[in-house]
């Protein structure tokens, strides 16, 4: 297939031929990979029990596609991506705010793939056929990783639909061998070496890992949906279809590998560590699919997370390509997957990862869900192109290109967030206020919501004209 040239400018109508089958497609295939299962393993190594784990990443997962699933419907209307659709609230410079979240969202979710694909792969390998486990290996398995991701996210959306067409299918049956591999040695007595509970109560503890394991998990897609959704016509596809598509996508794709990685974390005993007792205890028939397992999927789901990035890089610098972007931020999260090898341990990068990103994203998504309900998906998508042709005006143009009421809101929301947080190496002065309970992400929506809704009460939202030139994005329909 021929590489990808679109950026985050407006898809044609003719371009638009995805549909409901191929969101879920992307979103299952995607996310059947390690990346993905080991966040499984984090209630397990936080102290919890069998079943507490499970209810912990089954309840975060389905709140947080509640709260996620409808930005998929923004692209829907508008042909581009989420960030630059966000300038219709933040304004057409403001929407910066949203690239940069998302860019920081898709750097770390590919660098967490590749490096736990990257470690499971080497120790199969060394069981396979003898290879020493040093930094060269690892290095060798990182960059190979890295390559192929690269490959795959720089010819774009198409190439990256049909991988995940075939993931879906394949990964799902190496999971499923994964079950029966695994099962001989599951059981629900407290893993040895866990440490009782990481915050020292039950729920405390398990609303950590309802957090850092299953709402951090629809919340990675709070700038990836639209990646997907504006290659769908709202002319062929109904708003209620593309909703319940990626409805399905997001549960199905993230509760299925989450919870294989709670199974394999009791079968394989692993509380500390993840990768090494997860090779160690499967049999040897079972080592040739979770190798396939540990690459294809890795490949497939970091694939996506790049090809985001690479699209955010082109939102925030305009002349450069998505391709040539892509392959810069591909740089970048091939360093901090070594350094997240060699510096950082598994279970703290990850915990505090997805907290701080999840108290910084969530403000961001519920003012753009505000500002969407208010226009009543009602976009000028020309005007959302403002600041990508370089040029002023527009009716998304506010102050200078920024919404300064929107953007204060989500600054208000995020320090209230970052405040109120509780990672295993920090904890925000407002957590004596929730009795250590994290709630970072509910404080952090809550008072972006409300200041938002306070700032902009008196202000309407940006009036779309009626007599404006038509674009793609919106089917002509009759008066």
């Known amino acids: 297939m021929p590489i990808e040239q679109r950026g985050v400018d407006t898809v044609p109508e003719a371009e638009r031929t995805s549909g409901p089958g191929d969101l879920v497609s992307i979103l299952l295939g995607s996310n059947l990979c390690l990346g993905v299962i080991v966040f499984g393993w984090l209630p397990p190594s936080f102290g919890l029990g069998w079943w507490a784990s499970v209810s912990a990443v089954v309840a975060g997962t389905l709140v947080g596609t ?134 020292d109560g039950f729920w405390p503890t398990w609303l950590l890992a309802a957090v850092a394991a299953g709402l951090s998990g629809p919340i990675a897609f709070i700038t990836l949906l639209g990646d997907y959704t504006r290659y769908i016509s709202p002319a062929r596809h109904s708003p209620r279809r593309i909703l319940h598509a990626t409805w399905l996508g997001l549960v199905a794709g993230l509760l299925v590998p989450q919870l294989f990685g709670t199974f394999t974390a009791y079968a394989a005993r692993a509380a500390t560590d993840y990768a090494g007792p997860l090779v160690a205890a499967s049999p040897a028939w079972y080592l040739v699919p979770l190798l396939l397992a540990a690459s294809a999927g890795s490949v497939g789901n970091a694939g996506l997370m790049l090809y985001s990035m690479g699209l955010d890089l082109d939102a925030i610098l305009p002349r450069a390509s998505r391709a040539r972007a892509t392959c810069a931020v591909a740089v970048v999260a091939t360093a901090c997957v070594f350094a997240g090898h060699y510096a950082w341990d598994a279970q703290s990068a990850m915990t505090s990862f997805v907290l701080l990103l999840t108290a910084v994203g969530t403000p961001w998504a519920v003012i753009t869900l505000i500002g969407a309900v208010r226009c009543r998906g009602r976009y000028d998508a020309d005007a959302l192109q403002v600041f990508n042709r370089r040029s002023r005006g527009g009716i998304y143009w506010y102050r200078a290109g920024w919404n300064v009421r929107a953007t204060v809101s989500w600054a208000l929301g995020a320090a209230v967030g970052l405040l109120a947080v509780s990672l295993p190496s920090y904890e925000g002065p407002l957590l004596s206020l929730t009795g250590g309970v994290d709630c970072s992400f509910l404080l952090s929506g809550a008072v972006g919501a409300a200041a938002y809704l306070l700032l902009t009460a008196r202000t309407p939202a940006p009036a779309v004209p009626d007599d404006r030139p038509r674009t793609a994005a919106e089917p002509v329909r009759p008066r």
């Open 66 to 199: 509640v709260l996620t699933a409808p930005l998929a419907l923004v692209s829907l209307r508008t042909a581009t991506n989420l960030s630059t659709s966000s300038g219709a609230q933040f304004g057409v410079r403001g929407r910066l705010v949203g690239s940069v979240v998302g860019l920081l969202l898709a750097l770390g979710y590919t660098a967490l793939t590749v490096w736990i694909g990257g470690d499971v792969l080497v120790d199969v390998l060394g069981r396979l056929f003898g290879l020493p486990g040093g930094d060269g290996a690892y290095a060798v398995v990182y960059a190979v990783l890295a390559g192929a991701t690269v490959a795959g996210a720089v010819h774009g959306y198409r190439v990256l639909l049909a991988m995940s067409r075939v993931l879906a299918l394949g990964m799902t049956a190496l999971l499923l061998l994964g079950v029966v591999a695994y099962a001989p040695r599951f059981t629900t007595a407290p893993l040895p070496g866990a440490g009782g509970y990481l915050l």
